[in-house]
């Protein structure tokens, strides 16, 4: 069975950090870019930061740029999404996403995806 687990989110200050991790089951991830996605409530669903197959590109939505990093391992097949300086709009579940050979930023744009995570809390809040 596929299956995509995030972890690592939680409460936190502001100002803070987190590292969210996302590791695949099932299948492995040589092949797959790999989405981080956001959701807070009330609101649609939008990319945060996406990665290629080799982590060699990356796209970042412009609210999270140089605060958010987005890395994989693919030997361990996981990827981190490192977050520094987090803010209270940072607030929403956070979800994990892989798409077999899909253009980054178009992934992270379009937010499709062949799997989804189950989504991980994160709150940002004094």
């Known amino acids: 069975q596929l299956q995509l687990v995030e972890s690592g989110g939680g409460l936190v200050q502001p100002g803070g950090s987190l590292r969210l991790s996302c590791t695949a089951s099932g299948f492995t991830l040589d092949y797959y870019t790999i989405g981080w996605f956001r959701q807070a409530p009330g609101k649609e669903r939008e990319g945060v930061s996406c990665v290629s197959s080799s982590g060699g590109t990356t796209y970042y939505a412009d609210s999270v740029k140089g605060r958010f990093t987005v890395s994989r391992d693919n030997a361990k097949n996981t990827v981190y999404l490192q977050m520094n300086s987090l803010k209270p709009e940072d607030t929403a579940v956070y979800y994990c996403?892989?798409?077999?050979?899909?253009?980054?930023?178009?992934?992270?744009?379009?937010?499709?995806?062949?799997?989804w995570g189950q989504g991980t809390q994160v709150t940002v809040s004094s």
């Open positions: 996403a892989a798409g077999r050979l899909a253009a980054v930023r178009a992934m992270c744009i379009r937010a499709i995806a062949d799997n």
